[in-house]
Protein backbone atom coordinates (compact mmCIF):
# COMPACT_ATOMS: atom_id res chain seq x y z
CA UNK A 1 0.00 0.00 0.00
CA UNK A 2 1.00 3.30 -0.93
CA UNK A 3 0.56 6.57 1.44
CA UNK A 4 0.98 9.40 -0.78
CA UNK A 5 2.11 12.46 2.33
CA UNK A 6 4.01 15.12 4.66
CA UNK A 7 4.25 14.36 7.82
CA UNK A 8 3.96 17.97 8.65
CA UNK A 9 0.31 17.72 6.99
CA UNK A 10 -2.25 17.55 9.86
CA UNK A 11 -4.95 15.63 7.76
CA UNK A 12 -1.91 13.28 6.94
CA UNK A 13 -1.37 12.25 10.62
CA UNK A 14 -4.13 10.72 11.74
CA UNK A 15 -4.20 8.19 9.33
CA UNK A 16 -0.12 7.73 10.49
CA UNK A 17 -0.85 7.27 13.70
CA UNK A 18 -3.14 4.77 12.81
CA UNK A 19 -1.31 2.75 10.16
CA UNK A 20 1.20 2.87 13.19
CA UNK A 21 -1.45 1.65 15.60
CA UNK A 22 -2.48 -1.37 13.08
CA UNK A 23 1.54 -2.28 12.36
CA UNK A 24 0.92 -1.54 8.85
CA UNK A 25 3.84 -1.50 6.78
CA UNK A 26 2.91 1.11 4.15
CA UNK A 27 5.28 2.31 1.59
CA UNK A 28 5.40 6.30 2.24
CA UNK A 29 6.10 8.24 -0.64
CA UNK A 30 6.90 12.03 1.19
CA UNK A 31 5.05 14.77 -1.16
CA UNK A 32 5.60 18.31 -0.87
CA UNK A 33 2.56 19.78 -2.21
CA UNK A 34 5.12 22.95 -2.26
CA UNK A 35 7.48 21.65 -4.57
CA UNK A 36 6.46 21.57 -8.33
CA UNK A 37 7.90 17.62 -9.43
CA UNK A 38 6.39 15.99 -6.39
CA UNK A 39 2.77 18.04 -6.56
CA UNK A 40 3.06 16.68 -10.75
CA UNK A 41 3.25 13.04 -9.12
CA UNK A 42 0.74 13.43 -6.47
CA UNK A 43 -1.72 15.27 -9.02
CA UNK A 44 -0.99 12.28 -11.24
CA UNK A 45 -2.18 10.26 -8.74
CA UNK A 46 -5.25 11.97 -7.56
CA UNK A 47 -7.05 14.62 -9.90
CA UNK A 48 -7.84 16.50 -6.23
CA UNK A 49 -4.35 16.37 -5.79
CA UNK A 50 -4.40 16.56 -1.57
CA UNK A 51 -2.65 14.55 1.10
CA UNK A 52 -2.70 12.41 2.12
CA UNK A 53 -3.58 9.64 -0.51
CA UNK A 54 -3.52 6.04 -0.52
CA UNK A 55 -3.58 3.49 -3.11
CA UNK A 56 -4.23 -0.33 -1.87
CA UNK A 57 -4.00 -2.50 -4.81
CA UNK A 58 -5.03 -0.02 -7.32
CA UNK A 59 -7.40 1.29 -5.56
CA UNK A 60 -6.80 5.13 -4.85
CA UNK A 61 -8.49 6.84 -1.66
CA UNK A 62 -8.12 10.44 -0.26
CA UNK A 63 -9.91 12.33 2.20
CA UNK A 64 -7.80 11.77 5.73
CA UNK A 65 -11.34 10.31 7.66
CA UNK A 66 -12.38 8.18 4.66
CA UNK A 67 -9.08 7.14 5.10
CA UNK A 68 -9.27 5.73 8.61
CA UNK A 69 -12.71 4.10 7.56
CA UNK A 70 -11.18 2.24 5.18
CA UNK A 71 -8.19 1.00 6.78
CA UNK A 72 -10.13 0.36 10.12
CA UNK A 73 -12.48 -1.69 7.86
CA UNK A 74 -10.04 -3.45 5.98
CA UNK A 75 -7.07 -3.98 8.19
CA UNK A 76 -8.21 -4.15 12.13
CA UNK A 77 -8.58 -7.78 13.25
CA UNK A 78 -11.93 -6.52 15.18
CA UNK A 79 -14.42 -3.69 14.60
CA UNK A 80 -13.63 -2.11 17.77
CA UNK A 81 -11.67 0.83 16.14
CA UNK A 82 -15.36 1.38 13.91
CA UNK A 83 -17.72 -0.44 15.76
CA UNK A 84 -19.91 -2.08 13.42
CA UNK A 85 -22.86 -1.51 16.17
CA UNK A 86 -25.35 1.04 14.48
CA UNK A 87 -25.46 3.41 17.36
CA UNK A 88 -21.79 2.97 18.63
CA UNK A 89 -20.80 4.00 14.95
CA UNK A 90 -22.87 7.18 14.67
CA UNK A 91 -21.00 8.51 17.78
CA UNK A 92 -17.82 7.86 16.21
CA UNK A 93 -19.26 9.71 13.21
CA UNK A 94 -20.11 12.56 15.22
CA UNK A 95 -16.70 12.55 16.77
CA UNK A 96 -15.03 12.49 13.37
CA UNK A 97 -17.52 15.43 11.84
CA UNK A 98 -16.74 17.55 14.99
CA UNK A 99 -13.11 16.81 14.67
CA UNK A 100 -13.46 17.75 10.46
CA UNK A 101 -15.57 20.78 11.23
CA UNK A 102 -14.84 22.14 14.24
CA UNK A 103 -11.27 21.43 16.04
CA UNK A 104 -8.77 20.38 13.20
CA UNK A 105 -9.10 24.24 11.66
CA UNK A 106 -9.43 26.16 14.87
CA UNK A 107 -6.06 24.31 16.41
CA UNK A 108 -3.98 24.41 13.09
CA UNK A 109 -4.17 27.77 11.96
CA UNK A 110 -3.94 29.11 16.16
CA UNK A 111 -0.82 26.87 16.11
CA UNK A 112 0.04 28.39 12.59
CA UNK A 113 -0.10 31.92 13.70
CA UNK A 114 2.25 31.15 17.19
CA UNK A 115 4.92 29.51 15.02
CA UNK A 116 4.75 32.52 13.14
CA UNK A 117 5.01 34.37 15.62
CA UNK A 118 1.83 36.42 14.70
CA UNK A 119 -1.27 37.25 17.11
CA UNK A 120 -3.72 34.78 17.71
CA UNK A 121 -7.51 36.58 16.62
CA UNK A 122 -9.67 36.47 19.97
CA UNK A 123 -12.26 34.35 17.78
CA UNK A 124 -9.53 31.99 16.84
CA UNK A 125 -9.32 31.60 20.40
CA UNK A 126 -12.31 31.21 21.72
CA UNK A 127 -13.31 28.65 18.95
CA UNK A 128 -9.99 26.68 20.69
CA UNK A 129 -11.63 27.13 23.74
CA UNK A 130 -15.04 25.83 22.70
CA UNK A 131 -13.93 22.81 20.94
CA UNK A 132 -11.77 21.70 24.17
CA UNK A 133 -14.64 22.08 26.66
CA UNK A 134 -16.72 19.77 23.84
CA UNK A 135 -13.64 16.93 23.82
CA UNK A 136 -13.43 17.18 27.87
CA UNK A 137 -17.26 16.95 27.93
CA UNK A 138 -16.84 13.65 25.97
CA UNK A 139 -14.27 12.13 28.02
CA UNK A 140 -15.91 12.78 31.24
CA UNK A 141 -16.85 9.25 32.31
CA UNK A 142 -15.11 7.28 29.60
CA UNK A 143 -11.64 6.66 28.80
CA UNK A 144 -11.43 7.36 24.97
CA UNK A 145 -13.77 9.73 22.76
CA UNK A 146 -16.54 7.90 21.79
CA UNK A 147 -16.69 5.48 24.81
CA UNK A 148 -15.01 2.83 26.59
CA UNK A 149 -12.58 1.70 23.73
CA UNK A 150 -9.90 2.85 21.45
CA UNK A 151 -12.01 4.38 17.49
CA UNK A 152 -10.50 5.77 15.06
CA UNK A 153 -12.11 8.75 16.34
CA UNK A 154 -9.84 8.97 19.10
CA UNK A 155 -6.75 9.20 16.04
CA UNK A 156 -7.80 12.24 14.86
CA UNK A 157 -8.98 14.38 17.71
CA UNK A 158 -5.55 13.65 18.79
CA UNK A 159 -3.82 15.33 16.60
CA UNK A 160 -6.18 18.24 17.08
CA UNK A 161 -4.93 18.47 20.57
CA UNK A 162 -1.32 17.95 19.40
CA UNK A 163 -1.16 21.02 17.64
CA UNK A 164 -2.56 23.20 20.79
CA UNK A 165 0.51 20.80 22.86
CA UNK A 166 3.04 22.36 20.06
CA UNK A 167 1.68 25.90 20.95
CA UNK A 168 1.87 25.17 24.85
CA UNK A 169 -1.91 26.12 25.36
CA UNK A 170 -3.07 25.61 28.69
CA UNK A 171 -4.65 22.15 29.29
CA UNK A 172 -4.43 22.00 33.01
CA UNK A 173 -8.02 23.20 33.38
CA UNK A 174 -9.09 19.80 31.57
CA UNK A 175 -7.85 16.65 33.47
CA UNK A 176 -9.84 14.27 31.39
CA UNK A 177 -8.30 15.24 28.13
CA UNK A 178 -4.66 15.14 30.08
CA UNK A 179 -5.25 11.92 30.75
CA UNK A 180 -6.79 10.99 27.44
CA UNK A 181 -3.71 12.45 25.46
CA UNK A 182 -1.17 10.66 28.00
CA UNK A 183 -2.92 7.16 27.48
CA UNK A 184 -2.78 7.58 23.25
CA UNK A 185 1.12 7.89 23.29
CA UNK A 186 0.56 4.38 24.36
CA UNK A 187 -1.37 3.41 21.38
CA UNK A 188 1.08 4.45 18.98
CA UNK A 189 4.64 3.15 17.91
CA UNK A 190 7.39 5.81 17.25
CA UNK A 191 5.17 8.54 18.53
CA UNK A 192 8.12 10.41 20.17
CA UNK A 193 10.00 10.49 16.88
CA UNK A 194 7.29 11.13 14.87
CA UNK A 195 6.43 14.08 16.84
CA UNK A 196 9.43 15.58 16.90
CA UNK A 197 10.19 15.26 13.03
CA UNK A 198 6.65 17.11 12.70
CA UNK A 199 7.77 19.32 14.86
CA UNK A 200 10.74 20.56 13.12
CA UNK A 201 9.28 20.35 9.60
CA UNK A 202 6.15 22.29 10.56
CA UNK A 203 8.67 25.06 11.65
CA UNK A 204 10.66 24.57 8.62
CA UNK A 205 8.39 25.11 6.63
CA UNK A 206 6.67 28.21 7.91
CA UNK A 207 10.09 30.08 8.45
CA UNK A 208 11.16 29.54 4.35
CA UNK A 209 7.48 30.89 3.63
CA UNK A 210 8.36 33.82 6.03
CA UNK A 211 11.48 34.73 4.27
N1 LIG B 1 -9.96 17.32 3.81
C1 LIG B 1 -8.70 16.82 3.35
C2 LIG B 1 -7.66 17.91 3.43
C3 LIG B 1 -6.36 17.50 2.75
C4 LIG B 1 -5.52 18.70 2.40
O1 LIG B 1 -6.04 19.80 2.07
N2 LIG B 1 -4.21 18.51 2.42
C5 LIG B 1 -3.34 19.60 2.01
C6 LIG B 1 -1.99 19.49 2.71
S1 LIG B 1 -2.14 19.72 4.45
C7 LIG B 1 -3.09 19.46 0.51
O2 LIG B 1 -2.88 18.39 0.03
N3 LIG B 1 -3.14 20.58 -0.23
C8 LIG B 1 -2.83 20.57 -1.63
C9 LIG B 1 -3.99 20.96 -2.50
O3 LIG B 1 -5.10 21.14 -1.97
O4 LIG B 1 -3.76 21.11 -3.71
C10 LIG B 1 -8.28 15.60 4.18
O5 LIG B 1 -8.71 15.51 5.35
O6 LIG B 1 -7.57 14.73 3.67
Redesign the pocket.
Known amino acids: MDLYYHIR???CQPVVFLAKHLGLELNYKTIS?YDPKEFEVLKKVNPQ????TLVDNGHVL????AILIYLAEKYALDDSLYPKDLVERSVVHQRLFFDSGVFQSSSLQSLILHIRNKPIPDENLAKVKRAVEVLEMYLTDTPYVAGHKLTIADFSLFVSVCSLDMMQYDLTPYPNTVRWFETMGTHIPDLAKMRKQIDEELRALLASMDK
Not at 49 to 52: D, F, G
Request: net charge negative; no cysteine.
Open positions: SAPIHTIPWESY
